[in-house]
């Protein structure tokens, strides 16, 4: 820590202090606060307004697909949370039970829902008969409690999270199939890009990775410009397992009874700390603008004496931009200096700056956080060059990721040494792969990393051998640390 | 049940088999799924869609007072439930207690909020420091979970509800007063009266009613055509009990150290089972237009032979009619008069009847679920004819409610007889009261039914005399029956 220290700015480098560095930002930027019990944070109006726009952007999209929304119950049987034994295998150990109800002890322990397969599809059952009744599409918004024991982090590893799942129901695999992509590329990896700012790579998660009960599992991973990567939503294809334990059948069209093929999809609050991994930096939180609620910050120069015209210009401007819910800092006896520094710390898209000379001239000075560039306006432009500006920025936060990205991304396929090398080194490692448990296992003891996914509509070429095990491979998978 | 029973219409009569002619439409009209656990259900598409809309509604208003949207933790430390004394008495009976994370023993117990003051007020002695912090207005939208041992009632009294809760701190007494006062009139009753087409009392509760921990608690109180008055909402003024316990304090403009004042308010998913109650009749639900996903429903006579002309014509008026998000039914083998049961059992305001008679003579019905009114319009007019149709069906059961709240109440200040009588045939009784918990006990007893508020604005005579303890009188009240 070299450098000079500033107790209202960041403290910390991202780069090679990465986790103080992101406490002390979301703290500092009034986005987390910390409670009594580990792992269970306050989401404050600035992170919420994220979670709930983003909320809004993904509804639309869930809507437009027939999905619609529901409200199942927080508490779940242990009985019902058994039944299928690879999900309770996965989900038991992190369990929150209830166990009391006032001071009664209940006859059956109670499961606050860490995922809800459980608890709708005995409700599935019930409603599903016929192949009319298919497609089933249901999802809900809720916060899910999971007791991990792990290193707690607001966002990224909370023991409860807010999440949407989405649940649905197939008469036929191949529907099924295409949903769950459908899921992956059109809801999820465009959320990721269009309000985000951050590309992903798809795929399909290695078998040791899925989820529990599910025959397979795709995913958004995304990459941070630590060099490590994060699995940012997941996809799976449940196939018939749940169906099976929950006797979700249905008559088809040929009065034969059949089970139903299901998916289950969610996208959680983890999304706000990838945005602040990936684009915020050493003055502090930069919100990509979509998810900005207010883009635009108007700092007037205030001078000693009479600001009174100053004043009236800055609150004119205001109302003038309130259709991006611009904001102003009128505060009296603080230097713009330190005005300034705290409008990056808390991610203001762009800032506006304006001095009495500035204003005689007819001109503003537009600062955007992404790159700090500065550019002198004519007041008259102002409102019309916002939207440009807000778009630009989102462009270039994409772009910078998707750059970086790419770059990362190393293809080396037998050289054992140096895909180790190279996953220390940050980058990642596109390679050959046989996709098993020990396989997984044994990248995670070679490399620092763990595989990422398989990406899609990729060819193994005919001989590959997977350079882990020496043996056939089956796959091409990406290989990187990860957070 | 002297009428004929048809298993697929409601079975029961709304007047005389209230409770299971409740059960009856939640379930036929698909509004709600059970599950193993009592007083815990599942909010079907067609509720959910309801809440979701009443929450866009309120969400809107309660940001534009400047409330801002966040959330806290679902779990609490019992330490923190039990820090203001008249709260933890409340709420302890009613707990759900978390005592194990996996299979290790929680160091303290967790409850699951039953509310949340004890987890919020916290973070606000963290937030609130000078008189420039306040107010601090915070808003979530979550479930809580109360575990009642009476008997559950899907909406009106489940184990689990969701709901909206604002807490807000003030730096004076004068501005808690005001934005209690607001949140009924300009957020509850509003709701209430726009969108829920439900006429309401508000007033003060009984110093017995408050809420546990608060000085005193407003409320809106609907009266539902069986007779029986429900509390619909509450916004409570906290004084400065939870501030001194959570020590919630600023430094006002004299340096001066000052408790805040607080307020908290909430309205929750009972209001489903007002408008149910309120509004739905014995042929099914009747929803008030706002709230309904699908406002029309297009019903072809489909006759034997070709109907090719008439599922056209029914196809091209669905998407003519997709502002209302229309859905025809096309069903074959099914008679129109089953069709035309199963919409008003399911409560579509607007019912369109079409035939090949009146197609050809340029004409269709319209239905109205309210009344049950027909009328013929020419085909060319039917979409202009709409949004005037959805207002009028929300006007008049807003003043159908009001009409009959209107005439049940009677004045009756001395006769205790009379007030007895009159609560028991189904009256509100506008009375004199001593305001303290004896006299609610007392009027239990006394008349089958309970105060539902002290209505503002009333001046009581001098000399006024309590006809419950025949004490001087503090307040006028209303007193009824109650769900």
Same mark, same amino acid.
């Given at each position: 820590? !070299?450098?000079? /220290? ?19 930002? @979301? ?31 993904? =509804?639309?999209? %869930? ?7 529901? &409200? ?13 034994? =690879? /999900?309770?295998? #996965? ?10 109800? $006032? ?19 005995? !409700? ?26 792990? +290193? ?29 992509? =459908? ?33 397979? &599992? ?8 630590? $060099? ?5 939503? *997941? ?25 139903? /093929?299901?998916?289950?999809? #969610? ?12 684009? &915020? ?23 000693? #004496? ?8 800055? +609150? ?29 710390? /808390? ?15 007819? +001109?503003? *000075? ?26 630009? @920025?989102? +462009? ?11 770059? &990362? ?29 020990? *396989? ?18 990729? *060819?193994?070429?005919? $001989?590959? %051998? ?6 056939? !491979?089956? =796959? ?8």
């Amino acid at each position: 820590m !070299a450098k000079k /220290h500033n107790k209202l700015g960041i403290e910390f480098d991202k780069q090679t202090e990465t986790n103080q560095w992101y406490t002390d930002v @979301i703290n500092k930027s009034n986005l987390i606060e910390y409670t009594k019990v580990s792992g269970c944070y306050v989401l404050r109006p600035r992170s919420q307004f994220m979670w709930d726009r983003i909320r809004d952007y993904m =509804d639309k999209i %869930i809507r437009e697909k027939g999905v619609k929304n529901t &409200s199942f119950p927080l508490l779940i049987p242990e009985s019902n949370l058994t039944k299928e034994e =690879d /999900h309770v295998e #996965g989900f038991a150990p992190e369990v929150a039970w209830v166990t009391h109800g $006032g001071s009664s002890k209940l006859a059956e322990r109670l499961a606050i829902r860490p995922t809800s397969e459980t608890i709708m599809y005995p !409700a599935f059952s019930k409603w599903v008969r016929s192949y009319t009744d298919l497609p089933l599409k249901i999802n809900q918004w809720c916060s899910v409690v999971r007791w991990e024991f792990k +290193n707690p982090t607001p966002f990224l590893r909370g023991r409860e999270f807010h999440w949407q799942e989405g649940h649905t129901a197939f008469a036929t695999r191949k529907d099924a199939d295409e949903e769950a992509m =459908d899921i992956l590329i059109n809801l999820y990896k465009k959320t990721y890009d269009d309000i985000l700012a951050v590309p992903t790579l798809v795929g399909k998660k290695s078998d040791k990775e899925k989820f529990a009960g599910a025959e397979y &599992s795709l995913s958004c991973e995304a990459f941070l410009p630590i $060099g490590k990567a994060i699995q940012g939503c *997941t996809s799976h294809h449940l196939g018939q397992g749940f169906a099976k334990a929950f006797d979700i059948s249905f008559q088809d069209q040929n009065q034969e009874t059949q089970l139903v /093929h299901q998916n289950s999809w #969610g996208l959680s609050t983890r999304v706000i700390g990838v945005i602040i991994m990936m684009h &915020s930096d050493n003055k502090g939180l930069v919100i990509p603008p979509r998810l900005a609620e207010n883009k635009v910050i108007i700092v007037p120069i205030l001078k000693k #004496g009479d600001n009174t015209e100053l004043i009236e210009f800055t +609150n004119k401007l205001k109302l003038d931009l309130k259709e991006f819910d611009a904001v102003a800092d009128l505060r009296e006896g603080i230097s713009p200096g330190f005005k300034f520094s705290e409008a990056e710390l /808390h991610g203001y898209p762009i800032r506006v700056e304006v001095g009495m000379r500035e204003l005689e001239e007819g +001109n503003l *000075t537009l600062v955007r956080r992404d790159t700090l560039e500065k550019v002198t306006v004519s007041i008259d432009d102002v409102k019309s060059n916002i939207p440009t500006m807000l778009d630009d @920025i989102h +462009n270039n936060l994409y772009a910078k990721a998707n750059d970086f990205l790419k770059s &990362s991304i190393v293809e080396e396929y037998s050289d054992l040494d140096k895909i180790s090398e190279c996953v220390k080194e940050g980058k990642i490692v596109k390679t050959y792969f046989k996709n098993n448990a020990a *396989t997984d296992e044994l990248i995670k003891d070679l490399t620092t990393g763990k595989t990422l996914n398989i990406p899609f509509d990729e *060819t193994l070429p005919e $001989g590959a %051998i997977c350079p882990f095990t020496k043996e056939p !491979a089956t =796959d091409i998978v990406y290989v990187a640390r990860s957070l």
